[in-house]
């Protein structure tokens, strides 16, 4: 088993900046695929960001392209995902998960985290 869990979320402004933490734990994640994923009300979840573990390869859906960066250190068993120039549509439930397969389908990841809220006010 691979336990996420988030942090860093939280209320700020249109433009602010936010950094997501995702802590694993559990089972080697080294060979793991991490992913972040956003849930707005009355929306299906999305694919935002993900990566290799080891980084070699990322991914991003295209609205957050150049103002998100995800990011991990395996020495903290911590992926991040620093989130830039906020815009009130990026306000969601975001969710980190690990998996393998292919870097944004949804499918290739088997453990989530439990969620954590971000609000961007206009």
């Known amino acids: 088993q691979v336990q996420l869990v988030e942090s860093g979320g939280g209320l700020v402004q249109a433009g602010d900046s936010l950094r997501l933490s995702c802590a694993v734990s559990?089972?080697?994640?080294?060979?793991?695929?991490i992913g972040w994923f956003r849930q707005a009300p009355g929306k299906e979840r999305e694919f935002v960001a993900g990566?290799?573990?080891?980084?070699?390869?990322?991914d991003y859906t295209d609205s957050v392209k150049g103002r998100f960066t995800i990011s991990r250190d395996n020495t903290k068993n911590t992926a991040y995902l620093q989130m830039n120039s906020l815009k009130p549509e990026d306000t969601a439930v975001y969710y980190c998960?690990?998996?393998?397969?292919?870097?944004?389908?949804?499918?290739?990841?088997?453990?989530w985290g439990q969620g954590i809220q971000v609000t961007v006010s206009s």
């Open positions: 998960a690990a998996g393998r397969g292919t870097i944004s389908y949804m499918t290739s990841y088997d453990y």
């Open positions: 990566c290799t573990w080891g980084g070699i390869r990322t």
């Open positions: 559990g089972r080697t994640f080294n060979y793991y695929l």
